[in-house]
């Protein structure tokens, strides 16, 4: 069954971009915006699960470092802002915050006398494991009215678009 084309918020901004400057391409204009408004959706319907477990993003996004991480579930805070692209201040606000908690504890680095580790509790642990699992579930069905091919292809695009947006080469192209 062929798939229907329905029109949306992009559309009708490419329109009027048409009807005033017709020698514009807004093809990647297109492209674009919807990735921005796919994103803020995502992050909507995501945030909800976290939320249902008593997290918030960026806790999530700690836990989840720590617990994919593998067993002893533990890391220097450095590694961990290091994956998640923070700043060390706001990591170390965020760490006070999840160990005050109960999620982690915070232990001497026996390589390092001066930085700590950071380790999921076993209250943590429990509680990330169950938060992935609704997490994926959550992913699943956003993604359950889009065909496994498509969201292959998908996939492939927007590697390939992350590929070339991280390159030093896309940046040097956009300073010049």
Not at 90 to 109: C, D, K, V
Not at 147 to 160: N, P, Q, V, Y
């Amino acid at each position: 069954m062929p798939k229907t084309h329905q029109s949306d918020g992009v559309d009708a901004i490419r329109e009027q971009w048409r009807r005033e400057r017709p020698d514009l391409d807004t093809g990647p204009m297109a492209t674009i915006g919807r990735l921005g408004r796919c994103s803020q959706e995502l992050h909507r319907y995501l945030n909800e699960v976290f939320t249902r477990d008593g997290l918030t993003n960026w806790e999530f996004d700690v836990l989840a470092t720590l617990r994919r991480n593998g067993s002893p579930y533990r890391l220097a805070p450095t590694e961990i802002f290091s994956s998640l692209m923070l700043s060390s201040g706001t990591m170390t606000r965020q760490l006070h915050i999840l160990a005050e908690r109960g999620f982690i504890s915070r232990s001497p680095n026996p390589e390092d006398a001066r930085s700590m580790l950071v380790q999921l509790t076993p209250q943590g642990l429990a509680l990330i494991d169950e938060a992935v699992t609704a997490h994926v579930a959550n992913m699943a069905r956003l993604f359950s009215r889009l065909e496994t091919k498509d969201i292959a292809a998908l996939d492939r695009s927007l590697r390939e678009l992350l590929a070339t947006l991280e390159s030093r080469d896309a940046r040097a192209q956009t300073s010049s």
